[in-house]
């Protein structure tokens, strides 16, 4: 078998370079494996054997291909023996200096024309090959974990690196099984980058006391399509491992706001309470399962009064049209009457701002998210101002629970909690091609592989409209006065003349 890189040299024998060799035994490449601790790739050999087993036990791998891939796995007790190999790639500790070291002495072994790539998820692919006498064949081949599964591998070019080698890179990728995308040597490169927005959101909207972990990761699985909320995500990665690539980022950065990593992160780390990995995170996991806090029940209510639906409501048609249909007694009329429930429907800002510019009683007024049309969630998400009466609250909650779809009420915030995520995702995502981090079509790819997100973070823009989601951000610019919500020049050019944002830019 064929391969663009006969024999691979994969030195760190961790998780990620146990899966790459792997991927590349099964591709027909001669594997050889290092690692400083001779143990470990002992240890690694012995687990893909049986891994390999374990595949052909399920019908995935006949016995000839699961002979031919142990025979193709080698162990390498030196670097010395990854003289002969055509690529050798690195996945050791995120370390500078390290990698430095260990690719100063690769250069001295391998053949001229023989490529070095690194693994590495954070750290610039050009400082790492600054001290090496010929940069131009080294590269960042990034994977993601567990390799096998992620189908999706960065190519990365530094500064000094010879376009050919990343063509290499790339056909290779393609002989792995895997999709490869092109990323610019920028912080994050792709994945990491464009997934700031999910967390990092995510935790100042915590940290401001709008909503319990729970809720929040309830609201963006049940209206948006992700898979796993945003602190469940993070238990499952470790924040020992995600807290340091925003603290990386942001700082390689040089602090720009829209990557500002959350204390509550922070003091996490610190105390070890990390995730699954430690028994608890923002969940609790007795006995590995995770431990969720129920959902507050819906509220009885024995007479619902009459709803007015402020004119300047997003989606206004539909929302009076779900009103009718869940029975509410609707109000037509220029204002609420005094005994009337106010629904308001704002995009980007808080409800408190909407009662007072359009003169509504706030202790009467209860806002409804409604940046997504009602029939695509399945949940509904309401937002009480601090002077919202706690009957009105309930009479909200009891009302749009009443076909059986799931009903959060949260705290007020400019921007919900679904707006303010998928606004800071598509923006990020914005900056990103604006930056020539890399194309739309590689930057949705990588997102949805890499990620798993339900679409591409430009698709949910188009989604839910370029001008929505413009005007989200305009908002909340107004009302937190926080750079981090600046509009990118490149969506608020796409927004202003209506082109998709998956429109690529010449």
Not at 41 to 59: C, F
Not at 143 to 154: A, D, G, S
Not at 286 to 313: I, M, N, Y
Not at 388 to 403: N, S, V, Y
Request: aromatic content about 6%; glycine content about 8%; charged content about 20%.
């Amino acid at each position: 078998m064929q391969t663009q890189y006969n024999t691979v040299g994969v030195a760190g024998a961790g998780a990620m370079g146990r899966g790459i060799a792997q991927i590349a035994a099964q591709a027909g490449s001669t594997v050889r494996l290092y690692d400083s601790q001779p143990e470990a790739v002992a240890r690694a050999i012995q687990e893909l054997g049986a891994q390999w087993d374990r595949l052909r036990e399920k019908g995935r791998m006949d016995a000839d291909a699961v002979a031919a891939c142990k025979e193709r796995l080698r162990p390498a007790a030196s670097l010395q023996e990854l003289a002969d190999c055509g690529l050798v790639v690195e996945a050791i500790v995120e370390r500078l200096d390290v990698k430095r070291a260990l690719f100063a002495q690769l250069e001295e072994i391998v053949a001229v024309d023989a490529v070095l790539a690194t693994n590495t998820s954070s750290l610039s692919v050009t400082a790492i090959a600054a001290g090496l006498k010929t940069p131009q064949r080294f590269a960042g081949y990034h994977f993601f974990n567990p390799v096998p599964l992620m189908k999706v591998v960065e190519v990365i070019a530094g500064l000094k690196t010879d376009p050919a080698v990343c063509e290499g890179l790339t056909a290779y990728a393609r002989q792995l099984g895997h999709t490869p995308v092109q990323a610019g040597d920028t912080p994050g490169f792709i994945v990491n980058h464009a997934g700031r927005g999910y967390n990092t959101e995510a935790l100042r909207i915590v940290g401001e006391g709008v909503a319990d972990f729970a809720t929040i990761d309830r609201i963006l699985r049940d209206q948006v399509g992700f898979r796993l909320g945003p602190f469940e995500l993070m238990d499952l990665t470790g924040l020992d491992v995600s807290h340091p690539v925003m603290e990386s980022i942001y700082g390689q950065y040089y602090q720009e706001p829209r990557y500002r990593p959350s204390v509550i992160a922070a003091q996490r780390v610190a105390g070890g309470v990390i995730g699954r990995k430690s028994g608890e995170g923002f969940y609790r996991y007795p006995d590995g399962k995770q431990q969720v806090p129920a959902e507050p029940p819906v509220p009885a209510v024995d007479e619902l009064p009459p709803v007015w639906v402020s004119t300047r409501a997003s989606r206004r048609s539909e929302l009076l049209q779900l009103l009718k249909d869940l029975g509410a007694k609707i109000e037509t009329g220029q204002s609420p009457s005094a005994q009337a429930l106010t629904i308001v429907a704002p995009l980007g800002f808080d409800v408190t701002t909407v009662a007072v510019v359009e003169r509504l009683d706030p202790a009467r007024t209860v806002g409804i998210d409604f940046l997504i049309e009602d029939a695509a969630v399945k949940r509904r998400v309401l937002a009480t101002n601090p002077a919202t009466r706690r009957d009105m609250r309930d009479a909200a909650h009891a009302l749009f629970a009443r076909d059986g779809k799931a009903v959060s009420v949260i705290r007020d915030s400019a921007g919900f909690v679904t707006q303010r995520v998928l606004a800071t995702i598509v923006n990020i995502a914005a900056d990103m091609c604006q930056q020539r981090v890399c194309t739309p079509k590689d930057l949705e790819t990588a997102v949805t592989l890499g990620l798993g997100y339900p679409l591409g973070p430009l698709a949910m823009g188009d989604r839910w409209g370029p001008t929505n989601v413009l005007e989200v951000l305009f908002n909340m610019q107004t009302v937190y006065g926080d750079p981090r919500y600046r509009p990118s020049p490149w969506l608020r050019r796409r927004g202003a003349i209506g082109l998709s944002l998956l429109h690529v830019e010449e």
